[in-house]
């Protein structure tokens, strides 16, 4: 997650920060980007993947609980 996404300021630009992922989105949102990615965008008229795609991850469903719980734990960074 780290190669795209931020935790504290520390990690990846590429992907939105996941500190306070929790207030922003539903644990159904969260667990099905990590099953299933984030391979589509708007482009013009049409959806497409691009280079910058999430890509499923190949995950227990134990393994994603786990890990959306976790996201749940991290506040919003205080600027």
Not at 17 to 39: F, P, T
Not at 41 to 55: F, I, L, N
């Amino acid at each position: 997650c780290a190669a795209c996404h931020s935790i504290g300021g520390l990690g990846g630009r590429i992907g939105p920060s996941l500190d306070g992922i929790g207030a922003r989105r539903s644990r159904d949102y969260i667990e099905q980007r990590i099953s299933e990615g984030a391979i589509v965008v708007y482009s013009g008229t049409q959806y497409r993947p691009t280079k910058y795609s999430m890509p499923p991850a190949k995950l227990s469903q134990q393994e994603i609980t786990q890990i959306t719980d976790f996201l749940f734990t991290l506040r919003k960074k205080e600027k």
